[in-house]
Every structure is written in structure tokens, then in C-alpha cells.
């Protein structure tokens, strides 16, 4: 089995872990066609029901946000709807291979994108939620384009050679090696994972403390029962699976209106193909009052104002320093491989982190500190200095990070 065929098995038996009779989608884009076909085999060949397709187009999808009628931003149709809502209602597996020129949509109406992103989140309400309860099976891996690869090596001679290059550093990124079993080295993987994701659940703090020579000064309220999550996820069929591929990172939900102090940015942030770089937010009892970025602060500014919960962090993720992705100095411009260099944040609607919160209201959830919004973007702030220290309920300090890795 070739290196190719071992990601896709990968994919669909440990990201997926597609079940005998299972329907499964994968939405891929159409540069990626030969591996979205092994991925398929690969489901077929572990007892699938059926594969459907849902075919992206970087280049159409630029045209369309260049000179679609501009209404079509304000509204998503019918097929569409029922497409993602009932296939998550009936609890498909949902693979999405992601791959785009990480500049496909600079120079959009960001009003477009903006509206085009409510109108979406809203229509498929249902399928996310389904995918951010874990109701149903998903797994996000990408594989590389030439617009996307040429970005991430801008110096290398030939598009081949982009190719090859990224390639190799998405293999390393998700452990797919020439002499060993992924599936094998993906369980280990995720024990490894699971042993923070506890500890950190059973400490139980109250605040975590961030402190880097950057400038970060962070003091992050976590809520009541909190719990933390890693590496892999129970669908409510029972279905185990692991939503990222890469994945190295140990998060919870922070406090909505806990978090105080100075957060700074240890990575540039790809939004929308715009490059978000060198910025900082300044937070107060949870609200971003204050951001300021040398590059594509509008940017910045538009993607926190797009409804009340945008300005309130959703997430907070422990990676250590010492990570294949971080140790491989690549920017990859994608946010899937750089959250998992480094410890991040994001601004947002925040994953159901507290005991039972699955089956609350978004209002109930609220009510328990979660953050709602129809946004989710993350941000890197792990350095090799990175101090983070935990406070228990009773005050007692605990290290947690030393020099950008775990201290237990
Ligand atoms: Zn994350
Ligand atoms: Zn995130």
C-alpha cells in the first residue's frame, strides 16, 4: 500500500471510522478528485452504504463572490438545505478534504462573505449542529493543490516540486510513514492525548493564567464542570471518530465573559485568503474591546463584529511546543495544520465543554458561560516560552505549561 492509500484508509477507518451500512459524504474540491476516488474505495471496502460527493471549485466560487446577483449572498437553497440537514439527521459520516489557494478570495466584498457566512450558518443550523454536538461522524483532512502548495513554498522551481514538498509535510503531519501502520500509530496517538485531556479535566481549575515575552498576559475563567476534550470524539451512535486529522491539541470553552488581559499572536491568521498578521486583542470581562493588527486589521475587525458572540473567545487549546507540526517550521496557511502548531484560541461560538451542555438551548448554554455565535476562528499564541499556570477553586497554583510544554 502506497503512502496515498494508506492517509485515505486512514481517513475513513480511524477519522471517519465508517461503519457497515453507513452512508458516508465526502466534499472535496475538484483538484482533489483522485484522492476523494481512493477515499470512496476505502469506504466501499469497510461495508459502506453509499458515497455521495459534494464537489468545491476555488475558481467558481471566486467568480461567483465577484459577480453572482448580489441577493444569492443572503440566501441558501432548498436542495441544499435538505442535503447536509437530512444526511445529518441520519447520521452519515461527513469527510471534508480541504484544499484552497489560501488567496482564492482576497479582494471579495467582505459584506458578501460576511452575509454569504450567517445565511450558511443559519440554513444548515441542523447539520452543525449536529457536527459540533458530535451527533454524527466527521473528519476534516486536506490534501495539497498546486495554488496552495506554490504559497506555502514560494520558493521552490516547479509546481511538481510545491507539490511534493507539501505533500511530504502533510504525510509527517498525520503520521503516514513508509514502514509503519497509521492506524496503529493513530491509536497511540490519541491514548497520549487522552492522558492530558484527564488530567486537565480532573484539575478542575478555575483560572488558567497565560504569560509569554510576546506580551500575552492572559487571565482565562474556565466554566463550572467544564470538561476538557482530545484526539477523538463518541458520535451519540456510539461511533468513535477523530474530527481533525492533523490533531494535537487538548481544548475546552473558556468562560465567555471570564477572560482578561492582553492576548498577542504568536502566527498569522488566514481568513477568508486574507493574511491577518502581527495583532493583538485586548480583552475585558470576555468582550475583544480592543484589536490591533500591522496587517489586515479591517479584516480582522469584520470577522469579530459579524454578531454579538464574534467578539467573545469559543475556544481555549493546549498544543505543545513540541509538536510534529510546530518541529516541521512550516506555515501552512491552513488553519487545520497551524491551530496544531501551537496553543490557540478562538473567537466564537464555543463546543459544548460543560457536563451536559449537549443537550442544553444555546440560551442554557450561554447561561453556563458557553459562548454562542455563528462564527468559529481560531488563532495561534503557543511560543517556546509560553507559561501558562492553573488555579484551582482553592487558590492552590498548579503549573500547567513551562517553555511551551506540558509541565506533568
Ligand atoms: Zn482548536
Ligand atoms: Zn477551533
Redesign the pocket.
Known sequence: MNKLEKYARLLVEVGLNVQKGQTVIIAAPVECAAFARMCASAAYAVGCREVIMDWGDDYLARQKYLHAADEVFDEVPEWRKNFYNGYARQGAGFLRISASDPENLKGVDPDRLRRASIASGAALSEYRNAVTNNGTPWCIASVPIPSWAKRVFPDAKTEQEAMEKLWEKIFAAVRVEDETDPVQLWHEHIKRLSYYRDKLTEYNFKYLHYTNSLGTDLMVELPENHFWAAGSEISKGGIEFVANMPTEEIFSAPKFDGVNGKIVASMPLVKDGNIIDNFYMILKDGKIVEVHAEKGEEILKNAISIDEGASYLG?V?LVPYDSPIQNSKTLFYSTLFD?NAACHF?FGEAYPMVKGSDEMTPEEQKAHGLNISKT?V?FMIGTADLNIVGITHDGEKIPVFVNGNFAF
Open positions: 475556544e487549546a491551530e478562538a468559529h481560531d
